[in-house]
């Protein structure tokens, strides 16, 4: 990174690379068990495992809570299909409970006060009460989300809600498809522009056919004090070769597999 660690933003202090333990780390034993992603078992089983950051989704519950969950209803997870907007909060406890246990947005915050939260609002409802959640502990989170709108309604209740400053961020879709398409004309102005105001940029290797990370991303990136951190990555020969590349951060199903392949280069923290 070309920007020194005081001007960066403390969600990504100390130095990179990264392992952020994509909806929590559910092992091979622990899914026969029927534990579930995103689930507060989930959750502490990365921590333990060592994971500094968490990536989460967030909804909202029928009465308003705002719960770490990935689909926006019930049929994957519980074979149940309600919308999770339609579902009360002790409705979604039950169903949660031989699960791994539900886990809210607040719960999660107050039961992991060293983990580092990389939230995805992935509900237009949600945003206000994630940035309400959020406000004071703005150090230790990052919000996104594909839509731009959502993820700067999140920023804005952050700040309503008294934040002392606002949680790190990376950008929606239609951003991403900005930045490769400047990057593509060599409209190096225009790249600089929309790196302005991020602090990572969380993304996938691929798009299809299009390739997203390439040196001269991380290489524009990195220029900006902006961070890369690519989605999502479980194979270790894959994630080797993108530490190589230069990226930041792995967001990976395999936590354990991703911290133990960064201790050993010894290199960064987890």
């Given at each position: 990174m070309n920007e020194t660690p005081a001007a960066r933003h403390p969600y990504l202090s100390p130095d990179a690379p990264r392992v952020l333990a994509h909806r929590g780390l559910v092992t091979p034993d622990a899914a026969e068990q029927g534990v579930a992603e995103n689930s507060f078992a989930a959750v502490a089983a990365a921590h333990a495992a060592g994971a500094a950051y968490v990536e989460s989704d967030c909804h909202v519950t029928a009465d308003g809570e705002v719960v770490l969950f990935h689909d926006d209803d019930l049929r994957r997870v519980a074979g149940d299909p309600r919308a999770i907007a339609d579902v009360r909060l002790h409705e979604l406890e039950d169903l949660m409970s031989e699960r791994g246990g539900l886990i809210t947005l607040a719960q999660a915050l107050d039961a992991f006060p060293d983990v580092r939260f990389n939230l995805d609002v992935k509900a237009a409802a949600?945003?206000?009460?994630?940035g309400r959640l959020v406000a004071p502990h703005a150090d230790r989170v990052l919000v996104t989300s594909f839509s731009d709108e959502r993820r700067l309604a999140a920023l804005a209740a952050a700040a309503a809600a008294g934040a002392a400053r606002r949680p790190a961020t990376s950008p929606g879709s239609a951003t991403v498809a900005r930045l490769?398409?400047?990057?593509?004309?060599?409209?190096?102005?225009?790249?600089?522009?929309?790196?302005?105001?991020?602090?990572a940029l969380q993304v996938p290797e691929r798009q299809g056919p299009l390739r997203v990370v390439t040196r001269g991303l991380v290489h524009d990136a990195h220029a900006a004090g902006v961070e890369v951190h690519v989605w999502t990555v479980n194979a270790e020969d894959d994630m080797a070769r993108l530490l190589d590349m230069g990226v930041d951060g792995l967001v990976t199903d395999r936590a354990e597999v991703a911290l133990s392949l960064v201790n050993d280069r010894g290199t960064g923290t987890v």
């Open positions: 949600a945003a206000d009460g994630v490769v398409a400047a990057r593509a004309l060599r409209q190096s102005r225009r790249v600089r522009a929309l790196f302005e105001g991020l602090d």
